[in-house]
């Protein structure tokens, strides 16, 4: 795995392509870019034939293990591993421990296992089992086991054994993905954790940046784990600690003002569970990431949800994942998107967003869509999805051409007019 540096900026933000990965060695990823978020191999409510209908279809496939660590047996032996079993062979392939659409619930690890939520219920995974998933699944990448259990206040202590159970995890990862045949393709990242102890951070990201991983995940930056002047400031600190080379991905970070934020950070990758996170409550993104003329979005007052409008999402999007566990902070519209469950949808006949090339915007209308989902047709979010995909890869690729162009404090300008 190569990343090969084009352009960095004083402020932070770098532009590069990510080359050499995994059994397609042939396939590249501009960066900054996201992963298409996945679940069970694929995008929710997405067929493979609707998913390649999509623009700017990000190169790498997230795959969450939660998902489908219960497919081990029946995925194991096969020559192509995972992709083969999902049917999808033209991409690569990223295999996270956790499934950054859901949160993790707290005080279920301990010193010699990490848990996960599978449709069975929980699953403990010790290094070798998780690395015989790994085995199985052949993964283009994936990430080291960890534990990143350091919820807001806890102690110091925690803290300490998350950082020195990840090291432990990962000392045991890399020998065994050294010694194993197939694992040749795939590469390991290290994944940085310690809460938000400034000291204890540092620690856990020098020690890692010491072993021979390919890159490096950040764990923990999600907005409900730290105080938001602290965020940027421990990240920016943190990656000044890291290889240039290596690539740095970030857990948990999607709204477009963070993204932003941790690009003039230094990070090169992003997952996009936050469209599915828009999409399972009715919403479709309406912010403005390009000056266009003719573009409708709704006003500050228009974007206002109602009380039961937000209970009956809320109560939709809870049902809809394997546990129970799915922050409130990802349930609550944001100043990014607008709510088509509402009543004032009913009779407008416009597009989701003039201008917008997606399919949904160019065959539906509003009212429509607000049909759909108050008759919970299926229809309905499969074409929020597609909608929603569409504006978060057009955003990603006009952000790069933003660093490339120097312009990308007129995009952070343009994000925050949204806000307003």
């Known amino acids: 795995m190569k990343l090969i540096l084009s352009l960095v900026n004083s402020g932070g933000s770098r532009l590069g392509k990510l080359t050499e990965v995994g059994r397609h060695a042939e396939i590249s990823m501009e960066t900054p870019c996201c992963l298409l978020y996945t679940r069970c191999g694929l995008p929710p409510h997405l067929t493979h034939d609707v998913k390649n209908t999509l623009k700017r279809l990000p190169p790498v496939t997230q795959l969450t293990l939660p998902t489908l660590a219960e497919s081990q047996d029946a995925v194991d032996g ?46 403990k995974l010790q290094v070798e089992k998780y690395m015989s998933i790994q085995k199985s699944f052949k993964p283009d990448w994936y990430n ?3 534990d990143g259990d350091t919820p807001p206040g806890c102690s110091r202590k925690r803290v300490q054994k998350s950082i020195n159970r990840t090291l432990t995890f990962l000392d045991k990862c890399l020998q065994i993905h050294e010694e194993s045949d197939d694992l040749k393709n795939s590469k390991l990242f290290g994944v940085l954790v310690g809460g938000d102890l400034h000291e204890d951070r540092l620690y856990c990201t020098r020690e890692i940046a010491k072993r021979p991983v390919a890159g490096f995940v950040l764990d923990g930056f999600q907005r409900s784990m730290m105080q938001e002047e602290a965020r940027w400031k421990l990240m920016s600190q943190i990656v000044k600690e890291l290889p240039e080379e290596k690539p740095r991905l970030v857990n948990g970070i999607g709204r477009p003002d963070d993204i932003i934020n941790a690009v003039e950070a230094g990070i090169d990758i992003f997952d ?3 469209p599915y996170e828009v999409t399972e409550r009715g919403c479709a993104f309406a912010f403005v990431f390009k000056k266009r003329e003719g573009l409708d979005l709704e006003s500050k007052d228009d974007k206002d949800d109602s009380d039961d409008c ?53 065959n539906h ?45 007129t995009l952070k300008s343009l994000i925050k007019e949204n806000q307003s």
């Not at 499934?99 to 599978?118: E, F, L, R």
């Not at 999007?317 to 949808?345: H, W």
């Not at 108050?374 to 999805?385: A, D, S, V, Y």
């Open 310 to 362: 937000k209970q009956s999402t809320f109560e939709s999007f809870m049902g809809s994942v394997p546990f129970d566990s799915k922050s409130t902070e990802a349930c609550e519209k944001t100043e990014f998107e607008i709510n088509l469950r509402e009543q004032r949808y009913f009779d407008d006949f416009k597009p989701l967003i003039e201008l917008c090339e997606c399919y949904a915007c160019q």
């Open 144 to 146: 080291a086991l960890y």
């Open 365 to 409: 209308t509003r009212a429509y869509i607000n049909h759909l989902l108050r008759t919970k047709e299926l229809l309905g979010p499969l074409l929020l999805m597609l909608h929603n995909f569409h504006h978060y890869f057009e955003f990603f690729h006009e952000l790069r051409e933003s660093i490339r162009n120097g312009s990308l404090d």
């Open 78 to 123: 096969s020559p192509g591993g995972i992709g083969n079993f999902i049917g999808d062979t033209d991409t690569l392939h990223y295999l996270s421990l956790h499934d950054p659409g859901v949160q993790i619930a707290s005080g279920y690890n301990d010193k010699s296992s990490v848990s996960i939520w599978v449709s069975a219920g929980r699953m």
């Open 272 to 274: 996009s569970s936050f």
